[in-house]
């Protein structure tokens, strides 16, 4: 039982673009929660849950493609 080494390389690319978002994402909700004074609250705390969405999805799907790369489906 070998590792496909080429889906475990995409996996981690997957999760290394996902670390970014992880920090951006709630960065971005919390300086909207602190500027509500300010009429680009709503967007920047949109982009914040954006990111902190597609930081979640990034990693589930890293995972699962490294899993399939480990166990050869």
Do not use: E, R
Not at 3 to 16: D, E, F, H
Request: hydrophobic content about 50%.
């Amino acid at each position: 039982m070998a590792t496909n080494k080429k889906l475990l390389g995409k996996g981690i690319k997957y999760l290394s673009g996902a670390l970014p978002l992880m920090f951006l994402g709630p960065t971005l909700i919390y300086n909207a929660f602190q500027n509500q004074h300010t009429n680009w609250h709503y967007l920047v705390l949109g982009i914040g849950i954006v990111a902190c969405l597609s930081s979640m999805f990034l990693i589930f799907l890293g995972l699962k493609i490294i899993m399939k790369g480990i166990f050869n489906d």
